[in-house]
């Protein structure tokens, strides 16, 4: 059982003033002894603060009831435990001591050893630790945000750490908040292409610390380094993390890639619609470059960027630092909502199968539920369109030798938000005939809610509920509404 020293001491107070019968003249005194008789260790030998010691009393014509424990001959805690651990402490800045260690036995007669043994424990310092969390490591390649996590850990108690420095590269140090153990650095100036100062977060916050790192080389490898310092002055080994690529910003557009072979689909689109953009491909190598904690890494990488065209899929990936299985469109949920909340606008296009739970981003995107009937039997036949409510936009209609049939198709909650494109929907073919599609037909919808569709108001969020480069029938088309989304509608 491990007793901190002083918590005895409101419980012997307690009891001294309970003794009453001390000095029966026919009782003997107890003995007292500890278990060891000496420590004989010094230099490096020393032990460290966290000690356990083992007592023992006798008492000729009686028994033993409990024991008082003293550290200065003057002060006396008691316990009926024959032992206990001990976390004594170190004077600061000093890095050894010797605690003299006193315990005397009380008898059943509430009299006390006369003569207690005496322990000289001769202690030491140790070091402090400081280590990056290698469950939380740093990506290959940060894009515009490293995200990890430390710990550090003192045998004589965290409470004797007094310091925790992080520095990048070496070059600087800087004082981290000790109860903060998940760090994000970014860029001082995300489009530098050369060494700059760094900002850093502490976990989920939205607020940089007031204080910069020196010495983030951009474009370039990175390493951080980590170390403690505890109350002796004594500094641990530093820790180096793993070597991170620090990919830095170019353009004022982001598009992340969901869908890996429809990649060069949407850069030949967004190229033809002259969108200069940043490429964060979330599927490359296995989803490898995707974040571990999306609601910080992910928010921030995206508040980096006013403009985001952002398209997935129904494909569940497995987050390897919290084991969720999700699809992206869930992960990025809460940091997407953010975003749109600090004024970003977005084109999301997103397919998802008819099963798939919404709650993880109803309402955060422009959707309130699905159709009732399956979306899986709804068809965008070859001769049909996807129709724009606002008619400054295209009709888009599909290249496919029949119909596309991976539509989402879904309700909203017209109180904030607007239909954006409806769908010519057919239903699961019956013979040689498709019947029309009976449920709802909206392909796409928009926020905020326009007064008046056809007026100058702008809207901030799109989201289409397809693989939009499907609808790739007229090919001028498709690249009409980018150029509308991103050159116009997107536009200050
Ligand atoms: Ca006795
Ligand atoms: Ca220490």
Request: with cysteine.
């Amino acid at each position: 059982m491990q007793l901190r020293f002083s918590t005895f001491i409101i419980l012997a107070a307690l009891l001294i003033s309970a003794c009453k019968k001390e000095g029966d003249r026919f009782n003997q005194p107890p003995d007292t002894y500890f278990a060891i008789e000496s420590i004989n260790l010094s230099g490096d030998q020393r032990l460290n603060t966290i000690v356990r010691l083992t007592w023992y009393g006798t008492d000729p014509d009686g028994y033993i009831k409990g024991y008082e424990l003293s550290t200065n001959g003057s002060d006396w805690t008691y316990t009926t435990q024959q032992d206990s651990t001990f976390n004594f402490s170190i004077p600061v800045d000093s890095d050894t001591t010797d605690v003299e260690l006193q315990i005397r036995a009380i008898d059943n007669q509430n009299v006390k050893d006369p003569s207690p043994d005496k322990l000289i424990i001769p202690l030491k310092n140790t070091a402090p630790t400081a280590t990056f969390d290698q469950n939380l490591s740093l990506p290959d390649t940060a894009f515009l945000v490293a995200t990890t996590a430390w710990d550090a850990t003192d045998l004589d108690g965290e409470q004797t750490i007094t310091q925790v420095l992080l520095s990048i590269n070496g070059i600087d140090w800087v004082e981290l908040n000790q109860r903060e153990k998940t760090i994000s650095i970014l860029p001082t100036n995300p489009k530098a292409s050369d060494t700059v100062d760094a900002k850093l977060y502490y976990g989920t916050n939205n607020q940089t610390e007031p204080f910069l790192l020196k010495g983030l080389s951009m474009n370039d490898t990175n390493h951080l380094f980590i170390k403690s310092v505890d109350q002796a002055g004594v500094e641990s080994k530093i820790d180096t993390s793993t070597a991170f690529y620090m990919k830095g910003k170019i353009n004022d557009i982001l598009v992340i890639g969901g869908v890996s072979s429809a990649n060069n689909r949407y850069r030949n689109i967004l190229n033809s619609a002259n969108i200069d953009f940043d490429f964060f491909d979330l599927t490359y190598s296995n989803g490898i470059n995707q974040p571990n904690i999306w609601n910080i890494t992910f928010r921030l990488q995206l508040l980096q960027y006013g403009k985001l065209f952002f398209y997935s899929d129904e494909t569940g990936y497995t987050n390897p630092y919290t084991n969720v299985k999700q699809i992206l469109l869930e992960f990025a949920a809460s940091s997407l909502q953010e975003y749109a909340n600090l004024g970003g606008k977005y084109l999301i296009t997103s397919y998802f199968d008819h099963d798939q739970p919404i709650d993880g981003f109803r309402g955060v995107l422009p959707i309130q539920s699905l159709s009732t009937k399956n979306y899986a039997d709804a068809n965008l036949l070859k001769d049909s369109f996807a129709l724009p409510i606002d008619t400054n936009y295209p009709a888009l209609n599909t290249q496919k030798p029949v119909a596309i049939t991976k539509l989402g198709l879904f309700n909203i909650d017209t109180t904030d938000t607007d239909v954006f494109y409806t769908g010519q929907l057919s239903d699961r073919r019956v013979g040689r005939n498709y019947p029309p599609w009976p449920d709802t037909k909206i392909l796409a919808s928009a926020r905020p809610k326009k007064q008046n569709i056809n007026s100058n108001e702008r809207y901030n969020q799109i989201f289409f509920s397809v693989q939009l480069w499907e609808l790739n029938g007229d090919k001028t088309a498709l690249i009409n509404l980018f150029d509308r989304i991103f050159n116009t509608e997107f536009q200050e």
